[in-house]
């Protein structure tokens, strides 16, 4: 059995040494890579395992409780850079500096730290790869959902030990949030806001007492120096269980924005339309890029409010328009073209997807669209036709 | 150049040369900094950057009812619209040093170029710009001349000092080695080192591309000069740009310096002291002294101690004052963030950036709109300045005192009114004046309505001057030194800030009528903004009238309406999109000011179309092939949402049946289509009192509707078989509403309709001649139609041609604004139409 394996079963604690001790020797960290790659997806600190050795070996500056990584190092994980031995880091997150900057910050200052965004902006992606790099470990992660109970964030019973042996904490289930803090790691939990309120208000003794209160045995767990928690939350969500006033007073937030440029984000779409399309056996043609181009210009100006050349106001809709699903609409156009049109991406290909994608509120959206059809899209040069396949799909 | 560095190298020490204390304006480090020095040399005389002929203003500077930001203002005599600013803030260093020297009895002496010779230049080379100082330009850097552009290129002294230190933000450079220094003991040390490092870079770039610094140089050494002649050299402290520090400390002769300044133009200049504001101090306004922060510098001047503490306190009782739950543990934890950023950013103190962050992380949970009201309101700042009754007048005042001579139009306190024909030159100009003024808010004349005559050409006016006019004067001196450019700046401030879109549309009539073609495309903006994001159809559909009928204004008076047209045709486009939907589920009040609505818009969409037609060949909805009509295509979609709204299943009654009569009136409906359309209205499936509502919307609202009944019996036979059936409940309920529909009509008309019910016209079922419109014969009485030919004719200018061929019935389809009525009824007018004029087109 390789060291990342048990990394990933066992307990955390192995969790952090073992990145340590694979760090001065090549071949050790190779195999392991091998190992994990066999795994569909491998954690963070195992697929850059080689990165994080590299950035701690180099790492001079004065690093917080049981960090792994000083604050400037984890930013450079982040952001990617060279190293002074020529080792090249990664950027994993492409974006503005500012943004990973106060986030690593805030973990350095025992706040927990809140990312907010719409759906698509890499909030779970930083998440991951910030508790990767300052304790090692990605794992110890609370997936919220509407039915997240009590013990997924504080402890459970084991209930064979509890009968035979009574309470005792052999009995107790650790929640990977109290194993965290009992050896002040990261923990983290995702769609913090899909979770029901009142095992949300869980949290806030936590966070704000650093301990967690175990009344059956009478015990606490307090937390260890080092522990801190990172909680993704889904923008459009607001509303749907806000956090309380007392719990959101102990985060401090970061809004992770959408691609800045037009650029950019085209080039994402392309990229990735481009990964899908080949495992579906999809051509995408010269013309298919200006097709890209308009998708992602006509989610932008919605999603913004504004043209692209800043002249014309637009109304925003409901729908959240990430560059996920602008993916997601060129991919069905490009299969569209493949099996019933010419096989090359056309409007009419992604005309009813964007229509799909614009309007999720029938009434309201529906407004919206056809105000951005005849105020934007029917000026603007090398547009009819678009602006044809939308009038009839929108009929 | 290499004299930089061996001429008076100690520029601090009090032995040798005069006090060389290089600023960057604007910096609130510097102002404390020179305020040390000051203190710690006690010069008996100061020289400051800026224009010599303020020398007589500096007293009052020290005066109580000044109060900064203010501004030195120089102006051509004769040209107001030429100026120069030189704007001053609380923590601006010559400020800070001219209040040191005038509470102290201390000479103050401007040593700049002097303005005389600024504005020539500015008039010769247009397009001289404005940086001439590092960092930020302002009283020092070449002045902000109104008529200077940005564009040349320059190196930027503070971008190459920062890039050399690893910085990628001058700013950001500055704050960290400069403003976020703690005082050391040595008030001269700061001072030395940036007069070394200035020397350095000028050794490199020489003037940089600032070519007209040479010549202020060359007059500041003179005026060092002649100052240490008096004054003795070590009593003389000079407050400048550090980018001129070394450029004073060169060893130059006084003939080469004088042989420079030879020949220069020079125009006759006035100076003053105006208010001045923070936001105009900000970059992004126009004579911007470029500087981002203001409200934060001020902070940072103002603040005894803990400065990043008091500030974040400050923000959290702004957001507290917008009802944000904000604690002190959130200050508490915002600096904390601040200062753990500006660690691990590696500054000395959280700057700017660090506090922002932290406000947005902490205070503001992540979100951007609370962050911009802090920006608004703190960093940048609502301050306004405030300058003393004594100083000299402003420009405006004089501008506006030329124009009053120049017009004629005296300003008297008693009462009298003028009228004025816009015709006339002098008269038009007088009707600009007066429409300017009230924008600035200067109400010296009230409009009146005109007595007689109604044409748009002529206007009334109530003229009165009274005393606190001349305040009002003085106080728009803000916005600009002519009344022209004033007006302009207060329209486009006042767009900015207008509450509703009709406020707006407001403006851009008194833009119009005021002439002023600058400030319409920024109202204009701000209108189409606002129109695109209202969401509620009737703001836009009150709004477009107003528009199309300052287009008409603008027709008038020959201005170009070409950006209102764009405008308002885009709100055309918003209103047909969301007037549907807007018009479903009404209640009655609801549905009864949609209907007033529906009306303004179809006569502004008619005007509008013609307007377009007139106005450009081929608009842009040229390109729409359903168009019947040339040009826009506004009029045939806006029938098609009349169509839908018809047709809607949830729509009013009485919005239902106002929509089908336009629709009839504008002969787009088929031939029965009105009948059928009525019919479906009134079957008994719908509700009575919804039906009444349909008959008002239709026939209802003056005397046209009457005679619609009169004329269609079919119509009529409609309405009294529907009525007939209407049972004895529903008849009471829907009573006050036949009642209302009916009482308006012309006795005349009530009259005729009752003999015609009572001679029972209904014959509802009975199919209608084979040819006519119901209520008139099967077939065309030729001898009398001919009748009417020739003078028809006439009126139409025809001449004789309407004669040639018989006139035929044709379906009136798609008629123009004015085909309708007796050219439509008649459908004669197939002969004629190419000749005329494109209004007949239609009718074709």
Redesign the interface.
Known sequence: MSVSVENAGSAGSAGPAAVAAQAPDAPGGTEAAEETAQALRPHAEDAFAAELAALAAHDDRPRPARWLLSPWAVATYLLGGTLPDGTVITPKYVGPRRIVEVAVTTLATDRALLLLGVPGTAKTWVSEHLAAAVSGDSTLLVQGTAGTPEEAIRYGWNYAQLLAHGPSRDALVPSPVMRAMSEGMTARVEELTRIPADVQDTLITILSEKTLPIPELGQEVQAVRGFNLIATANDRDRGVNDLSSALRRRFNTVVLPLPESADAEVDIVSRRVDQIGRSLDLPAGPEGIDEIRRVVTVFRELRAGVTADGRTKVKSPSGTLSTAEAISVVTNGLALAAHFGDGVLRPGDVAAGILGAVVRDPAADRVIWQEYLEAVVRERDGWKDFYRACREVSA | MTAATRGTAGAGSRTEGPLLLGVRHHGPGSARAVRAALDAAQPRVLLVEGPPEADGLVELAAEDGMRPPVALLAHVVDEPGRSAFWPLAEFSPEWVAIRWAVRRGVPVRFMDLPAAHTLALGREEPGDGTEAAPGAPGLAGAPESAEAAEGSVRIDPLGALAEAAGYDDPERWWEDVVEHRAGGDDAYAPFEALGDAMGALRETYGSGGHDRDLLREAYMRLQVRAAQREFGAADVAVVCGAWHVPALRQKTSVSADRALLKGLPKVKVDMTWVPWTHRRLSRHSGYGAGIDSPGWYGHLFGAPDRPVERWLTKVARLLREEDR?V?S??VI?AV??AD??AV??GRPLPGL?ETM?AV???L?????VPLALVHDRLVVGDVLGEVPESAPAVPLQRDLTRAQRRLRLKPEALEREVELDLRKDTDAARSRLLHRLRLLGVAWGEPVASRGSTGTFRETWRLRWEPELSVRVAEAGVWGTTVLGAATAKAAADAAEAPALADVTALAERCLLAELPEALPVVM?VL??RA??D?DVGHLAQALPALVRSMRYGDVRGTDTGALGEVAR?LA??V???LP?ACAGLDADAAAAMRGHIDAVHVAVGLLGDLSVRGEGDG?GG??PDDGDTGWGGRSRWARVLRGLVEGERVAGAVRGRCARLLMDDGSLEEGEAARFMRLALSPGTEPAEAAAWIEGFVGGGAGGGMLLVHDERLLGLVDQWLTRVSGDAFVDVLPLLRRTFAAYEPGVRRTLGELVRRGPGRPGAAPSASGTPGFAADLDRDRADAVLPMLGLLLGLGDHLADGPAEKSGAGGAGPTGRGAAGQDGAVDGGAGRNGNWLVGAA
């Open positions: 739950i604690s543990a959130h934890e904390r963030l753990t950023l691990m950013r950036t962050d947005r992380a902490v503001c949970e992540g979100s951007d903006r189409a903004d695109a994001l969401a885009g486009e918003r047909f999109v969301g939907p842009p390109a729409d």
